[in-house]
């Protein structure tokens, strides 16, 4: 069964709305998980690391009043991509481990389109 | 810095031949792990394998196995006896210290019936 439950799965909406994506760990307690973003044929691309009970960790280049990510429980995060363009439409996709060195899991995946 | 090649783009075979998925690795980590992850058209990924850098020892898993050499930081995967529901894009990740995944391009694999 699902090991990390990403939702919404899909979402569409109008350009100016603040989206919240949910992502929880299920079987595991996870002080870290991950965030990613995917463009059509192209790799995943890390976005941040969420750490339970601290801010988040930002890669270069990721705007982080744009991406808010909260990780308020050892069991769940949640990335809001806040007044929502169309160049923020995209796959994002987030993650969980046991620690290090341990396979990360991956949600669905949610497919953001903004209109 | 760490780094995950895959040279190749797109692959296309019949089914049931076998074929191999290249991944080049780089790391000045001295413990590191590698994976191979598999995504469908669905979008999900999937977990297929984690070596860590200690064991070279080579792996089967029904028709998938990897060949794993430090020496040439390489880490292939081999489909035999190809499927056409192995069509997916297939990606080699590396993680070192810090927990976090550095992905290769992705091989798009295509199989036809």
């Known amino acids: 069964g699902a090991v990390v439950s990403q939702h919404p799965s899909r979402v569409i909406c109008k350009s100016g709305t603040s989206v919240k994506i949910e992502c929880r760990s299920l079987?595991?307690?996870?002080?870290?998980m991950f965030w990613y973003r995917q463009f059509p044929k192209q790799s995943l691309m890390l976005m941040a690391t969420?750490?339970?009970?601290?801010?988040?960790?930002?890669e270069q280049g990721v705007e982080k009043d744009k991406f808010l990510i909260n990780h308020a429980s050892l069991t769940l995060s949640t990335l809001t991509v806040t007044s929502a363009h169309p160049e923020d439409s995209s796959f994002y996709i987030c993650?969980?481990?046991?620690?290090?060195?341990?396979?990360?899991?991956f949600g669905d995946g949610t497919r953001l389109s903004i209109l | 810095a760490q780094k995950v090649t895959q040279a190749q783009t797109e692959i296309s075979v019949v089914e049931k031949e076998d074929v191999t998925l290249d991944c080049v690795y780089e790391t000045r980590d001295t413990t590191y792990y590698l994976f191979w992850y598999k995504q469908p058209p669905s979008g999900e990924l999937v977990f297929l394998i984690r070596r860590n850098s200690f064991d070279e020892q080579n792996e089967i898993s029904g028709r998938y196995s990897w060949n794993f050499q430090k020496s040439t930081s390489s880490f292939n995967f081999t489909i035999t006896a190809s499927q056409v529901v192995d069509s997916a894009v297939y990606f080699c990740?590396?993680?070192?210290?810090?927990?976090?995944?550095?992905f290769g391009q992705g091989t798009r694999l295509t199989i036809n019936p």
């Open positions: 993650s969980a481990s046991r620690g290090q060195g341990q396979p990360q899991h």
């Open positions: 969420s750490n339970e009970g601290s801010k988040a960790t930002y």
């Open positions: 079987d595991f307690q996870a002080t870290t």
């Open positions: 990740a590396l993680s070192g210290g810090a927990q976090k995944l550095v």
